[in-house]
């Protein structure tokens, strides 16, 4: 199939052929194939048994196998690994989570479970916003142990809510990518975004190793509190003008460069966290956890 293509360009897509141990096209053999699917459906057999060819990312990178419960918990021992060596409190960059199996929201079942990893979590965060003199209101985020997309992800302030859900927001959290069954959450912490870009709403993600840029998720209808990966969002760039390394001479949450060098940081824990739990370098940084650590330091959160 030939695509033309808006400067006069064109591209060709060709089928792909699959021997017996490796995958290609008719007269294109790879060393190596770059996958776009998330693979939220399963492996697919044509993946599957490659010889002496790198799949990026691999098999077990993807959702057919890789948890968001596992990632949380390989960040949660570099976080706090890091945390003593640079001594600071592990909650400066690490968001408390717990973990939920067994639900099914449908038939209303694991709903005690998921209310007891509620208030536990929400009572650690209170304890530490007293401990800072933080004087929002604790909430935390319940998302499918499995999936993207922003699907199967409810904000909740207390654990009653959960009790409350009706039909429709019911249906809508065991709604996820490629129609999959939930039986699986988790209970992060949320944390305010205070971020804002173009007066809206948003949260910077990054890239490591050595970060250039990123870009912040924007959304002109969500509060700090709210998931900001939901319709109406867009994306706008997050160029450093000038080197990512901190000012040591500045404050921790000083405008770039330092700022952004925590956005650095915080994306390579994420890595090495994504690195021990599924074996792939896709990471994205915890929204708001930087500007915990940055602006706590200066006794102004």
């Not at 080197?243 to 405008?255: F, Y």
């Amino acid at each position: 199939m030939t695509i033309p293509l808006a400067d006069g360009q064109k591209i060709v897509l060709e089928p792909l052929e699959r021997s017996h141990r490796r995958l290609g096209l008719k007269n294109f053999d790879s060393c190596s194939i770059l996958l776009n699917n998330d693979l939220s459906a399963g492996i697919p057999p044509v993946l599957e048994n490659l010889h002496e060819q790198y799949l990026l990312p691999p098999l077990h990178a993807g959702w057919a196998v890789r948890r968001k419960s596992m990632h949380f918990s390989c960040y949660d021992d570099v976080a706090k690994k890091f945390a003593k060596m640079v001594e600071i409190d592990p909650w400066m960059v690490n968001p408390y989570f717990a973990h939920v199996e067994g639900m099914d929201y449908e038939a209303r079942t694991g709903k005690e479970a998921l209310a007891e990893a509620i208030d536990g979590v929400i009572k650690k965060i209170a304890k530490k916003y007293r401990e800072y003199g933080i004087s929002e209101k604790p909430y935390v985020v319940i998302k499918a142990d499995v999936g993207t997309y922003g699907k199967g992800v409810m904000t909740v302030h207390d654990a009653s809510e959960v009790a409350a859900l009706t039909k429709h927001e019911r249906t809508k959290m065991n709604d996820t990518k490629e129609g999959l069954e939930v039986h699986d959450v988790i209970v992060q912490e949320g944390v305010h975004t205070f971020e804002c870009v173009e007066n809206a709403t948003a949260e910077p993600h990054d890239r490591p190793r050595y970060v250039v840029g990123g870009f912040y998720r924007v959304h002109d209808s969500c509060e700090s509190d709210e998931n900001l990966n939901a319709p109406g969002m867009h994306f706008v760039p997050l160029g450093f003008e000038h080197t990512a390394l901190p000012d040591a001479h500045a404050k921790p949450g000083a405008a770039p460069p330092n700022r952004f060098y925590m956005y650095d940081v915080v994306a390579r824990l994420g890595l090495l966290g994504g690195i021990a739990g599924t074996g792939t370098d896709r990471s994205r940084s915890h929204s708001g956890v930087m500007w915990r650590l940055a602006v706590s330091s200066q006794a102004a959160y």
